[in-house]
Every structure is written in structure tokens, then in C-alpha cells.
């Protein structure tokens, strides 16, 4: 089992994200450009508002979102650096970075490596973990096994300058290893959701001597998830009761696991972005808990949003209603209303967010269309 790193962070908030980080690190195993700053187009994702559903409530069946092969498209082609750069990290430890030629920047979710990416430093790189399979990166050697540990063998052979990871990979053991063998870490939050982007993509910046190019990519990626979500608005219902109401469930059917996620878990924003109701958070289920029956009934979503490795691993639509029967008493259920996304897209809240928003986008309002 991956262990958790406590660190000096507010008690509260701390627990949160631990408990979260810890859960993908039991459970979830995941099987260069040159750019400018100018936006990279946002089309070609599967989502056009002309082709939304009159009433998204009607649809019958199962849709997955798809973004293909994505890329991550640098601000800009060699950004002005700045080194050494000491920062404070997640923990409250000041990190003095001297050298960025050989970066790993690691996660559960793969959004350390997208920024790194973004940041125009991607040449940088040299390896990677399991959810980081971007077409720039793909091909870079891995570092982690079984999807959430770090192996030390294979990052001291990659020979890194300095290493950007978060909680959500370990062992402990491992982290410290690298810090004794002299290799700077900077351990960032392990947070993910729309709030977290700029706080996220600046620390990371600052640490790597890349601070202006920091700001533009955050400015970037705000405003291309602004974007989205005037196109998204276009193809809501223009009746309040016609809303989607969503429940985002986290399943490992091997292990037994059966997760809501609610307020404060990335997925309530999301949610909001996307014009539906997080019914977790409309009760006030906080973080994220075990699905109970009568709770998942009397929420009644519309719409079940799932990980695609998550709906695989009970067998598809069909296994999720024999091992979990209380969703075959939800409207989402019912019509059979099962949307999926890949696992390191769907939570990731990198610089591609504003696609994920879209593919997303396409797969509620617009099934058929983006099939």
C-alpha cells in the first residue's frame, strides 16, 4: 500500500486531501511540440451545442467521452528562466531548485507532467508516470509501477535534476530516498479541481525559474474553460427542471469500492461547469464516502459520471446495476444514463481542462453526435 506524506499543512484541509490521495493510491492502477502563445483551437473534441439534446432527460443509453490523442501545447517554445528559484512547498519547506535539465514530474493523475509541458519545458523530461500518455511524453521511459507507486531504481537511473510529484504516489520511503541522495523534491498539493489550476500551474513555475510563462499559462487555460462554458450554456435546457442532475461515482469492483464524491473533491465544480446539479453536494455529502442504497436513490441523478477503468472493472453498464442494484432505482439507471471518461483526462485539471469540459460536454447533451 502507497503511505501518505503528513506534512505541516491546516489540519482540516490536510485530512481531506489525504484521505483522497490515499484512496486513488490504494486502488487506481492506469495501464515535443514547439508552440507559441497562441491558443491552441479547442474543436475536435465531440461536443457542438447545434446538436444538443431539446431535453437531455429523454436520452436513453450509455456514452463515453473521448478526447483522442491529445497534445499539450507549450506557451511558449523556450521560456525565459530565471534559476536558482527556492519556493515553499505543500509542506512548508523551502526547495531550492539550481538545475532543470532533467525534470520528473509525477502524479496519480498525470497533471504535473501537462504542466511541465506547458510550461514549455517538456524537452526537459525524462520519464514518466502511468497516467501521463500525451503524445509528447508517451514514449519517455516510466517511473512509477502498478500505477501509484514510485519506483527508486528507475528514477535514479532517469539521473533527474529535481523531481515535482504530490501525495498521491509513494512510498513514503521513496520520497525521502530521493531528498537524501541530494535531488531537490517539491512536494505540491494533491488537489485537483478547477480552483486549484492557477495556484497549481504557478507554484510549479516559479520552482522550475519559468514564472512569467506560469502566468500566461494559467491565463491561457482559464480562458479557454471560460470558453467552454459559453458553449456549454449554449446547449443547456432552457427549463430549470430539464437540468441534469449528476452523481460522480468512483468504483473499483475487484477491490469492492463503491465511492460518491461530493463537495470539495474537484467534481462539484466540474459538475456546475457542465450546467448540471452535483446531487452529492445539493445534500451536503462532503468529500468523498461509501455509496449507500438509500442514499444513491433519494439523490436520484439523472446522470451517473464514472472513470472508464472504473465502469470496466464491474463489467460495464450491466455489472454496475448487478453489484450496485440501488443505481437501477435512479432515473440514471433506468436509462441506463452511464457517461465515462478515461482515468488520467476526467480528474487531471491541466492545461487541457477546457477539451476535458468539452468531450464531456458532447457526451451528455449531445450522445449520439459524439459517439
Not at 486513488?24 to 502563445?37: H, K, M, Y
Not at 432505482?329 to 471518461?341: E, Y
Amino acid at each position: 500500500m502507497a503511505r501518505c506524506l503528513e506534512g505541516n499543512a491546516p489540519r482540516r484541509r490536510w485530512r481531506a486531501s489525504l484521505a483522497l490521495a490515499c484512496l486513488f493510491a490504494v486502488v487506481l492502477a492506469l495501464p515535443g511540440c514547439s508552440g507559441d502563445s497562441a491558443e491552441p483551437s479547442l474543436a475536435g473534441v465531440g461536443f457542438d451545442p447545434n446538436k444538443a439534446l431539446a431535453n437531455p432527460k429523454d436520452h436513453v443509453g450509455p456514452s463515453s467521452a473521448h478526447l483522442g490523442q491529445i497534445e499539450v501545447q507549450p506557451i511558449e517554445a523556450q521560456p525565459a528562466q530565471s534559476l536558482p528559484a527556492t519556493v515553499s512547498d505543500f509542506q512548508g519547506t523551502e526547495v531550492t531548485i539550481t538545475d532543470t535539465s532533467r525534470i520528473l514530474a509525477l502524479d496519480i493523475h498525470g497533471t504535473l507532467s501537462q504542466v511541465v509541458y506547458g510550461l514549455g519545458l517538456g524537452e526537459f523530461v525524462v520519464g514518466r508516470d502511468n497516467s501521463s500518455a500525451f503524445a509528447q511524453i508517451k514514449d519517455k521511459p516510466l517511473v512509477t509501477t502498478n500505477g501509484t507507486n514510485l519506483d527508486a531504481e528507475a528514477i535514479l537511473s532517469a539521473a533527474p535534476s529535481v523531481i515535482i510529484t504530490d501525495t498521491s504516489l509513494g512510498p513514503l520511503a521513496v520520497v525521502d530516498q530521493m531528498r537524501e541522495s541530494g535531488i531537490p523534491v517539491l512536494l505540491v498539493s494533491p488537489d485537483r479541481s478547477l480552483e486549484t489550476i492557477g495556484p497549481l500551474f504557478q507554484l510549479v513555475a516559479d520552482a522550475l525559474g519559468v514564472s512569467d510563462a506560469g502566468k500566461a499559462l494559467v491565463e491561457r487555460t482559464l480562458s479557454q474553460i471560460d470558453q467552454a462554458k459559453t458553449e456549454i450554456a449554449k446547449a443547456l435546457p432552457q427549463s430549470a427542471d430539464q437540468r441534469l442532475r449528476v452523481a460522480f461515482l468512483y468504483v473499483r469492483g475487484t477491490a469492492g469500492i463503491y465511492y460518491l464524491f461530493g463537495q470539495d473533491t474537484g467534481i462539484d465544480a466540474l459538475v456546475q461547469a457542465l450546467g448540471g446539479i452535483d446531487v452529492a453536494s445539493e445534500v451536503g455529502w462532503s468529500g468523498m464516502q461509501p455509496v449507500t442504497d438509500e442514499g444513491l436513490v433519494s439523490m436520484a441523478p439523472d446522470v451517473i459520471l464514472m472513470m472508464t477503468n472504473g465502469l470496466e472493472s464491474v463489467g460495464g453498464v450491466d455489472g454496475l446495476i448487478e453489484k450496485l442494484p440501488a443505481v437501477a432505482a435512479t432515473p440514471a439507471g433506468r436509462n441506463r444514463r452511464i457517461v465515462d471518461m478515461d482515468d488520467s483526462q476526467l480528474l487531471a485539471f491541466g492545461p487541457n481542462t477546457a477539451s476535458v469540459l468539452l468531450a464531456l460536454a458532447g457526451a451528455i447533451y449531445s450522445p449520439k453526435a459524439s459517439q
